[in-house]
């Protein structure tokens, strides 16, 4: 006898999320995280990415059902059919950038990001940055509001809010796009290789300070960032088949 799925439900602080859980846990119940074989959550885009983060210590996979907004992270949500549609689900991997970031008083923080770092100016005075990438710098000073690091998965959230390019699941690349460049006027970023290690140095910190963001953990007054693919850790989505991640990105891209 195959015994049932263990899950551990995660909504979002709402009444709409709570009433979709509500009748999910009297038919399955609700077991602590770590005793989980699947984490089911319930909400919103930036719930689901909670999620995900509390995922990673105990690797547990994630299936998000919409209870929120946008939703691209998650399924459609029913309140029947779970156990199946569990059974059915593609699995999606993908591993989170690291960012390391060092403030003008001489701390380090570190965090991960399945969505984007970015860097944003602080206060009305522009934001002046140094971007190196492997070693080489490729930008002396770029002067705007700030940059995004986005991952393939995160290029739909705020990167492409920010004009930046939507990337295919599997491309292997991460985009570089700034936010309201003022010099250089005519660069509108870059595709990197997944496998790049990314340091972005703030000129003038002092005077023009920057805030370091990795999906919603916040560094202020940082002097420099460095971002690289943790390949160390591994993260798992869970999707109905016919909410492939793959493609819906792609259909991201012809959306008018």
């Given at each position: 006898?195959?015994?049932?799925?263990?899950?551990?439900?995660?909504?979002?602080?709402?009444?709409?999320?709570?009433?979709?859980?509500?009748?999910?846990?009297?038919?399955?119940g609700?077991?602590?995280?770590?005793?989980?074989?699947?984490?089911?959550?319930?909400?919103?885009?930036?719930?689901?990415l909670?999620?995900?983060h509390?995922?990673?210590r105990?690797?547990?996979?994630?299936?998000?059902?919409?209870?929120?907004?946008?939703?691209?992270?998650?399924?459609?949500?029913r309140?029947?059919?779970?156990?199946?549609?569990?059974?059915?689900?593609?699995?999606?991997?993908?591993?989170?950038?690291?960012?390391?970031?060092?403030?003008?008083?001489?701390?380090?923080?570190?965090?991960?990001?399945?969505?984007?770092?970015?860097?944003?100016?602080?206060?009305?005075?522009t934001?002046?940055?140094?971007?190196?990438?492997?070693?080489?710098?490729r930008?002396?000073?770029?002067s705007?509001?700030?940059i995004?690091?986005?991952?393939?998965?995160?290029?739909t959230?705020?990167?492409?809010a920010?004009?930046?390019?939507?990337?295919?699941l599997?491309?292997?690349?991460?985009?570089?796009?700034?936010?309201?460049?003022?010099?250089?006027?005519?660069?509108?970023?870059?595709?990197?290789p997944?496998?790049?290690?990314?340091?972005?140095?703030?000129?003038?910190a002092?005077?023009r300070?920057?805030?370091?963001?990795?999906?919603?953990?916040?560094?202020?007054?940082?002097?420099?960032?460095?971002?690289?693919?943790?390949?160390?850790?591994?993260?798992?989505?869970?999707?109905?088949?016919?909410?492939?991640?793959?493609?819906?990105?792609?259909?991201?891209?012809?959306?008018?």
């Open positions: 006898m195959i015994e049932p799925m263990k899950i551990h439900f995660y909504p979002a602080d709402t009444e709409k999320a709570t009433a979709g859980r509500d009748p999910l846990v009297a038919e399955f609700d077991v602590p995280l770590e005793e989980a074989d699947v984490i089911v959550a319930c909400g919103g885009d930036g719930l689901m909670r999620a995900l509390d995922s990673i105990h690797r547990k996979p994630v299936f998000g059902m919409n209870r929120g907004s946008v939703g691209f992270l998650l399924n459609e949500y309140a029947d059919g779970l156990a199946a549609r569990l059974a059915k689900a593609h699995t999606v991997r993908i591993n989170p950038l690291h960012m390391r970031a060092r403030t003008t008083n001489g701390e380090t923080h570190a965090a991960l990001a399945i969505n984007e770092v970015s860097l944003l100016r602080e206060t009305h005075q934001a002046k940055l140094r971007i190196t990438v492997d070693g080489v710098v930008l002396e000073e770029l705007g509001d700030g995004i690091v986005a991952t393939p998965a995160g290029s959230a705020y990167n492409l920010a004009h930046g390019p939507i990337i295919p599997g491309a292997g690349i991460m985009a570089l796009t700034p936010l309201s460049p003022f010099r250089p006027r005519r660069w509108r970023g870059a595709l990197l997944l496998s790049s290690r990314i340091r972005l140095d703030v000129l003038d002092d005077k300070p920057v805030a370091a963001v990795a999906d919603f953990t916040e560094v202020r007054d940082v002097e420099s960032v460095e971002i690289w693919r943790d390949k160390a850790i591994e993260i798992s989505l869970l999707f109905d088949p016919e909410m492939n991640l793959a493609e819906r990105i792609i259909k991201e891209q012809f959306m008018p």
